[in-house]
């Protein structure tokens, strides 16, 4: 959560060519006499036609300062949607809260015959992602193959 500063007059705009973009040596842009309301409609269809993954999106515009909300799964998204509303021409402040919510993480239990790799390639499709699972359950596990029939191991969520 925070707050984020951007150039008022630079990024791209909001009505008038789509495409065009604003910087901070261009010409003063005329103000399109937007209400809220219209900037919030446009700055909603700018985070959808970037293909930014956040449910229950929230848009609160005040002239230039927007408070943007809702879930991601990820820092990188987030910071991404906070990048897509702030690089707009007349936003000058972007006021972050935005949640991260991850997935669970499972549990497996040990079987024999196991290994971290096989226990990857169950998880994850891919047994070259034992290292995920080692490090998941550090300190317990102090080396990758050293584990037993009847442990249990934290499994966390596959990260895009």
Do not use: C, W
Not at 19 to 26: F, G, M, N, P, Q
Request: proline residues 7%; neutral net charge.
């Amino acid at each position: 959560m925070g707050l984020f500063s951007f150039l008022k007059k630079a990024g791209a705009a909001l009505v008038g060519g789509g495409k065009k973009t604003v910087t901070a040596d261009s010409p003063e842009p005329k103000d399109p006499g937007l209400s809220n309301d219209q900037k919030e409609m446009l700055l909603r269809g700018i985070v959808t036609n970037h293909g930014l993954k956040i449910e229950n999106l929230t848009l609160n515009v005040n002239d230039d300062h927007v408070i943007v909300g809702g879930e991601v799964t990820s820092q990188s998204e987030r910071e991404k949607v906070i990048l897509a509303v702030g690089n707009v021409s007349g936003i000058a402040t972007v006021e972050d809260n935005i949640v991260i919510v991850s997935p669970p993480a499972q549990f497996h239990e040990v079987k024999s015959g196991d290994s971290l790799s096989k226990i990857a390639k169950q998880y994850y499709g891919n047994a070259m992602k034992y290292p995920v699972i080692f490090e998941a359950n550090k300190p317990m596990l102090t080396d990758p193959d050293k584990i037993y029939p009847g442990q249990m191991l934290r499994i966390p969520p596959v990260q895009a």
